[in-house]
């Protein structure tokens, strides 16, 4: 019998089970991303912005407001094959007219649903002869996704149960839609407008001198968060590692499941934060303003000298 060196490293596989202290996006995730990073780097001070001399001060304020919203689009994709190009789109036709039939029985109107054309491919095979593997068109393939706009997070559900029943399983994403953003960024600059003068208070009463006014805006850099963009994975698992010796050794793994979660920003890294408490996927919109306060005038040009008598 063939000798050979086997090294087993034991460890026990893990259940995610950290409460809501943690949780397993905490243990086994990655908490950095990208929209983390991007306000980070709002707040970064090149050169460029420099205060121009050194009577002149910084200050800033950085806001975060989260919106529910307004609507939402959900996007199934539907693919068929067919031996001939007719049959594929047939096989097309009869399960998107089922599925926009299931849809409208749930409630939705005629102009909250469009189908959109995405493609029509050819599909190659190979036919053997001898030794020779010959390259053939084989049959056609139809591609076409259905948009729904509804109002109501919870239909979603729904219109995945109808999508089963007509054998779609493709839920391409969701979008999220919020109508009025101007308004919305009102909102936050009347925000951080107040956190700047809280600021500018708090800093003249440490610094003694109240003859600071602002002077000119230095950055006003507003970004928008959608859930879309902000799930994150990981997989909560430890496993045992082996190291063989052996060449013939097979090694069959078991299949981690994947877990997916919301990470929005965190409101600890901002001034405010608006709409604070929130139990479902939000759109969230920033703010980082900047304001250069610099001495007035009166305090630059110092006390008015008396003549003496």
Do not use: W
């Amino acid at each position: 019998m063939q000798k050979f060196a086997l090294l087993v490293l034991a460890s026990a596989l893990v259940s995610c089970s950290f409460a809501q202290v943690g949780g397993g996006s905490a243990a086994f995730g990655q908490r950095q991303n990208s929209a983390d990073a991007n306000e980070r780097a709002k707040r970064v001070i090149s050169k460029d912005e420099m205060p121009p001399d050194s009577s002149s001060t910084f200050i800033d304020a950085s806001v975060l407001i989260n919106v529910k919203a307004d609507e939402y689009v959900a996007v199934f994709g539907i693919s068929h094959e067919g031996a001939t190009l007719e049959e594929a789109r047939q096989k097309m036709d009869a399960t998107v007219a089922a599925f926009m039939q299931d849809v409208k029985g749930l409630g939705i109107k005629e102009n909250d649903l469009y189908v959109d054309f995405v493609a029509q491919n050819r599909i190659y095979g190979f036919e053997v002869a001898g030794d020779l593997a010959r390259e053939k068109i084989v049959g056609f393939e139809v591609k076409k996704n259905v948009s729904i706009r509804y109002q109501n997070p919870a239909d979603l559900d729904r219109f995945i149960a109808a999508a089963s029943k007509s054998q779609i399983f493709d839920l391409v994403k969701v979008d999220y839609i919020v109508k009025d953003i101007a308004t919305i960024q009102k909102r936050l600059m009347a925000t951080a407008t107040a956190v700047v003068k809280r600021k500018a208070a708090n800093l003249s009463g440490l610094m003694g001198n109240s003859n600071r006014k602002p002077v000119q805006i230095y950055a006003e850099r507003y970004s928008s968060y959608y859930p879309t963009d902000m799930y994150r994975s990981y997989v909560a698992e430890e496993a045992e590692s082996i190291t063989s010796y052996r060449q013939n050794l097979t090694v069959q793994r078991a299949r981690k499941p994947r877990s997916f979660y919301l990470d929005p920003l965190a409101a600890d890294t901002f001034d405010q934060v608006i709409n604070p408490a929130v139990t479902e996927p939000v759109v969230q919109f920033t703010l980082y303003l900047k304001v250069r306060y610099a001495p007035t005038a009166a305090a630059k040009a110092g006390p008015r000298k008396t003549k003496s008598s």
